[in-house]
């Protein structure tokens, strides 16, 4: 087992890790939209989602990997009105390779985000 970290991705704001390897899979924390340099949410659910994917972007190239590498997302957002919205942003990371998703409306994500998404990748 491995722990991976990258300061490409915000770091975890809690006791937990980026993303851990096991047995040939990379499973990723729940990464939000938040801006590695600042900290800082981004502005709109657009841009949370963007920003949500190029986090988790640069914590599969952490251990070599690529989202053609996922297997399965999760994906949580505050609000169903943003699902179609996030399936187009969604749409234009996953070009090659769809992989299994679930995607659900939640009450409340860390830092009163708009959207949260984990993958599970395999080498």
């Known amino acids: 087992m491995e722990i991976l970290h990258t300061d490409k991705a915000p770091a975890a704001i809690g006791p937990y890790s980026q993303a851990i390897e096991v047995n040939g899979f990379v499973f990723t924390s729940g990464q939000?939209?938040?801006i590695?340099?600042?900290g800082a949410l981004a502005?709109?659910?657009a841009a949370q989602t963007v920003q949500a994917l190029e986090n988790v972007t640069a914590v599969l190239k952490a251990a070599?990997?690529?989202l053609d590498n996922v297997v399965k997302t999760t994906c949580y957002l505050k609000s169903m009105e943003d699902f179609s919205l996030f399936n187009?942003?969604?749409a234009q990371y996953f070009v090659n390779n769809k992989p299994?998703?679930?995607c659900f409306a939640v009450a409340h994500?860390?830092?009163d985000a708009l959207v949260e998404i984990e993958v599970i990748a395999a080498k």
């Open 32 to 34: 939000l939209g938040i």
């Open 36 to 38: 590695p340099d600042t």
């Open 43 to 45: 502005h709109s659910m």
């Open 64 to 66: 070599g990997l690529t």
């Open 88 to 90: 187009e942003i969604y």
């Open 100 to 102: 299994a998703r679930s």
């Open 109 to 111: 994500l860390p830092k």
